[in-house]
């Protein structure tokens, strides 16, 4: 029999490893790391070489269309074919859309996103006319601190990895997670380079650190603020760059606390045109940041002060510098402060911050721990953004670098705008407004002067919202969901409303590759070809944390033969497209990726593939000071004008979690664990759970304990305890795993469980240990910028069952 090495692209996790994938009459036999990957260099981890080989071969996928044929949830199902499955959901679809405009139907697409997907998801939404694209990560998972570092810089980054001194690492264990990159802050270790750690778990990560932070999960902002005290107070900060590369000199109004404008003092002057102190005239000066220079020549602007302005209209006003304000709103964090907010010694907040402000370049990596604490997500984001700025770590090699994608001559845009009106109608758009097209759109505008050529992609509708309206809680009622691989059963906060929304809909369509939890409560159910080995792929910039990956084309081709009449998500969507009668001119994935690289001179995707397979863009630095930043003021925004105007707190800010100690201490008597989050070690969200080498490494779901904490509870390693909340009555159930890492007040449980082998009735067991059950998505609770649910940090009652 004929073996072939297949060259593909694992998708297990946002790393992206080169595979060799040796294959034997279309199924896969044997899978190594590809050495030639210039990210991964013949790197694979267990979930990857499971993916590889069981996937496709896995008896509980999908294989065909499937309809309804009992109540929702009865398990009751009818093979069908795709023509019939398109036929009958477009004209389901027709029909509501008929009845209640495009924006009644919601497309829900997994956070994970391949490019196909993406574009695709995308596309059909546009064309259909509806604004509600979502994904459960949006708001959760990076989306959010990307949208606050393109309003603060106008660009979001990512780590130079290869070249950093200094790397922090919060609220994440890439040793876990990201077990390709955790290779790379070993090398730079090796080099002498430092590590941070800030986790109140004793992580594989944080064995690595050279300084480890354990703090109480949701009280990252107050450290952050600390740290920012202590570079201030301790003149550590960068002052050639503060001074002339952010806007901390701009003068704020006292009496309003808001930024002083030119049109303030002069009737013409500009709205967006801000002034500083200019200490050699001893009066204020206005920037022109078009022309990224002060009105006048010689202009010495005060960083720190308090000065007389006179408006337009004669008023004589206070202003104080952005500086002046920050150096207040830190005042209240001093590290003995903090100590008793964070739990973490005084002393180790001081030293942190100091090795952070004086080993540069240094790198700042946020795990998205801290994007699912309820109201202070997004400040975090912004106090981040703000520490990586005054140190000087801002687009210089080694730290953190603005992201261009790999080509800007790449094809990606999914097809014609929705107009203004029908973008301000997406659920959620009028309450978590930094989410909002409107917002993008604003940074647009900026983001344009330094050679932005699409907005800000973070909008799209929030999940909390969909479901009150599917639920009838208005603006106006959603009433069909299009869900490709997602979950949102496990996958999205307080799975009760997820439920009743689910069961709400007039129709839920579900492409998935297993009978999941969500499936299970559609009316039709596509099976789906994976991203892994049974499809071609083009990564056209990556994710996140890596600048190289997020700079980079990576190319992965089908490998094997999808199970049954499996579809790719693309074909889904464009089979689905097509008998609603839009426009798809691309037959298949691979004439999609082969449009989009036309314009860099491919005539077909095998062509790049076979040719090229890795082209990774390499770094530019210090492009700041040509074209500044792509802001209202040209210039890093520590004080956000665009935050101003939304309505927010313009300067970052910290408050405690809905639920917690301090805000709450009556519920933290009741409930005395707080939650940390953690995703099982081998698997991925809550995919996967049915693979036979992933379930012999964990077969159950654990929630980790100190020794200390399970001798007060009389349980012992294995033990199940049941879990509850003050969010919902319901409880859970997991096994205990010991963990002496952990501080005796913090637990964490698994992240996505689910029993496949459990029959329909019990919906997969989604009740039984799916953490989710007992989160909170209340919008009151959410951030009430970008809306980052209530995740992480909630109390926990532990009992032995
Ligand atoms: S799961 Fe992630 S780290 Fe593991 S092989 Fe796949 S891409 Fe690489």
């Keep these: 029999?004929?073996?072939?090495?297949?060259?593909?692209?694992?998708?297990?996790?946002?790393?992206?490893?080169?595979?060799?994938?040796?294959?034997?009459?279309?199924?896969?036999?044997?899978?190594?790391?590809?050495?030639?990957?210039?990210?991964?260099?013949?790197?694979?981890?267990?979930?990857?070489?499971?993916?590889?080989?069981?996937?496709?071969?896995?008896?509980?996928?999908?294989?065909?269309p499937l309809k309804r044929a009992g109540k929702r949830g009865e398990g009751k199902w009818q093979p069908i074919s795709w023509e019939q499955a398109f036929t009958e959901i477009a004209e389901k679809l027709r029909s509501i859309i008929g009845e209640s405009g495009p924006e009644a139907v919601g497309v829900s697409l997994d956070s994970m996103i391949s490019t196909g997907l993406s574009f695709s998801g995308n596309r059909f939404a546009r064309l259909l006319g509806t604004p509600n694209v979502f994904t459960m990560g949006g708001q959760t998972c990076y989306g959010n601190s990307g949208q606050i570092e393109m309003l603060t810089y106008g660009h979001d980054t990512a780590c130079?990895?290869?070249?950093?001194?200094?790397?922090?690492?919060?609220?994440?264990?890439?040793?876990?997670?990201?077990?390709?990159?955790?290779?790379?802050?070993?090398?730079?270790?090796?080099?002498?380079?430092?590590?941070?750690?800030?986790?109140p778990c004793e992580t594989e990560t944080v064995k690595l650190a050279d300084l480890w932070l354990q703090n109480r999960p949701g009280s990252s902002g107050a450290l952050m603020l600390s740290w920012i005290?202590?570079?201030?107070?301790?003149?550590?900060?960068?002052?050639?760059?503060?001074?002339?590369?952010?806007?901390?000199?701009n003068l704020v109004r006292r009496d309003t606390g808001k930024l002083l404008r030119e049109r303030d003092v002069i009737e013409d002057g500009g709205a967006e045109t801000f002034l500083v102190w200019d200490e050699t005239r001893g009066r204020a000066v206005a920037y022109d940041a078009d022309a990224m220079?002060?009105?006048?020549?010689?202009?010495?602007?005060?960083?720190?002060?308090?000065?007389?302005?006179?408006?337009?209209?004669?008023?004589?006003?206070?202003?104080?510098?952005?500086?002046?304000?920050?150096?207040?709103?830190?005042?209240?964090?001093?590290?003995?402060?903090?100590?008793?907010?964070s739990w973490v010694p005084a002393e180790k907040i001081r030293e942190a911050a100091r090795m952070y402000a004086t080993t540069r370049p240094g790198n700042f990596f946020p795990g998205f721990a801290m994007d699912v604490i309820g109201f202070s997500a997004n400040q975090c984001g912004r106090a981040r953004s703000v520490l990586n700025a005054i140190t000087g770590n801002l687009d210089v090699r080694g730290g953190?670098?603005?992201?261009?994608?790999?080509?800007?001559?790449?094809?990606?845009?999914?097809?014609?705008?929705?107009?203004?009106?029908?973008?301000?109608?997406?659920?959620?758009?009028?309450?978590?407004?930094?989410?909002?097209?409107?917002?993008?759109?604003?940074?647009?505008?900026?983001?344009?002067?330094?050679?932005?050529?699409?907005?800000?992609?973070?909008?799209?509708a929030h999940s909390a919202v969909v479901w009150r309206s599917i639920l009838g809680e208005g603006p106006y009622r959603m009433r069909a969901l299009i869900n490709v691989a997602n979950n949102p059963m496990l996958s999205a906060g307080h799975t009760e409303i997820v439920e009743k929304a689910l069961k709400a809909l007039d129709l839920l369509v579900v492409q998935d590759i297993y009978m999941t939890p969500t499936a299970e409560l559609a009316d039709y159910v596509t099976p789906a070809a994976t991203d892994d080995t049974e499809c071609a792929r083009l990564y056209t910039g990556g994710y996140c944390s890596g600048w190289l990956e997020t700079q980079s084309f990576l190319s992965g081709e089908q490998a094997v033969t999808p199970p049954g009449e499996a579809k790719t998500d693309f074909c889904f969507f464009r089979g689905l497209g097509m008998a609603l009668g839009q426009d798809w001119p691309w037959e298949n994935d691979e004439a999609f990726y082969g449009w989009q690289l036309e314009p860099l001179g491919y005539s077909s995707f095998k062509e790049f593939h076979d040719e090229v397979q890795w082209s990774i863009r390499p770094p530019k630095y210090e492009r700041y000071k040509e074209r500044g930043f792509g802001t209202p003021s040209r210039k890093v925004e520590i004080y956000s004008m665009i935050l101003e105007d939304f309505g927010y707190d313009p300067l970052p800010n910290y408050c405690e979690p809905p639920y917690s100690p301090f805000r709450t201490p009556e519920l933290y008597r009741e409930y005395p664990f707080i939650m940390g989050a953690m995703r099982p070690r081998h698997f991925y969200q809550s995919g996967y759970r049915s693979l036979p080498s992933l379930k012999a490494r964990q077969a159950l779901p654990q929630v980790r304990l100190h020794p200390d904490a399970a001798r007060k509870l009389n349980v012992k390693e294995g033990d199940w305890v049941r879990l509850s909340s003050p969010s919902t009555t319901r409880t859970i159930e997991m096994t205990v795993h010991l963990d002496s890492g952990l501080d005796p007040r913090v637990v964490y449980p698994d992240y996505g469980w689910w029993y496949p082998d459990l029959p329909a009735s019990e919906n997969h067991g989604v009740w039984k240990s799916n953490i989710n059950v007992l989160t909170d998505d209340d919008p009151e609770h959410c951030c009430p910028m970008i809306g980052g649910t209530f995740l992480n940090a909630n109390l926990l009652r532990l009992e032995k069952v």
Aim: aromatic share 10%; net charge positive; proline share 7%.
């Design 1 to 64: 029999m004929s073996q072939e090495i297949r060259k593909t692209t694992c998708h297990g996790c946002t790393r992206r490893c080169g595979v060799l994938l040796t294959v034997e009459n279309g199924k896969p036999v044997s899978v190594k790391g590809d050495p030639s990957q210039p990210l991964s260099r013949g790197f694979m981890c267990a979930r990857g070489r499971a993916l590889a080989l069981e996937l496709s071969q896995d008896p509980h996928r999908l294989t065909t």
């Design 160 to 199: 130079d990895r290869a070249n950093s001194r200094c790397t922090v690492i919060w609220g994440c264990n890439p040793a876990w997670s990201k077990p390709e990159f955790f290779r790379y802050i070993k090398e730079s270790k090796a080099r002498g380079g430092k590590v941070i750690a800030v986790d």
């Design 229 to 249: 005290n202590v570079i201030i107070s301790e003149d550590l900060f960068d002052r050639e760059f503060v001074t002339n590369w952010c806007n901390a000199p």
């Design 293 to 341: 220079r002060y009105r006048e020549d010689g202009v010495r602007a005060a960083l720190r002060g308090s000065f007389p302005v006179m408006l337009a209209d004669g008023r004589k006003i206070e202003c104080v510098t952005v500086w002046e304000r920050l150096i207040e709103r830190v005042a209240p964090y001093p590290p003995e402060t903090v100590e008793r907010i």
């Design 400 to 460: 953190q670098l603005f992201l261009d994608g790999p080509s800007t001559e790449v094809r990606n845009d999914p097809g014609p705008m929705l107009s203004p009106e029908t973008y301000a109608r997406t659920l959620g758009a009028d309450r978590f407004r930094m989410w909002s097209w409107e917002a993008s759109m604003k940074m647009f505008k900026f983001q344009k002067r330094i050679g932005a050529k699409i907005p800000s992609p973070f909008y799209g």
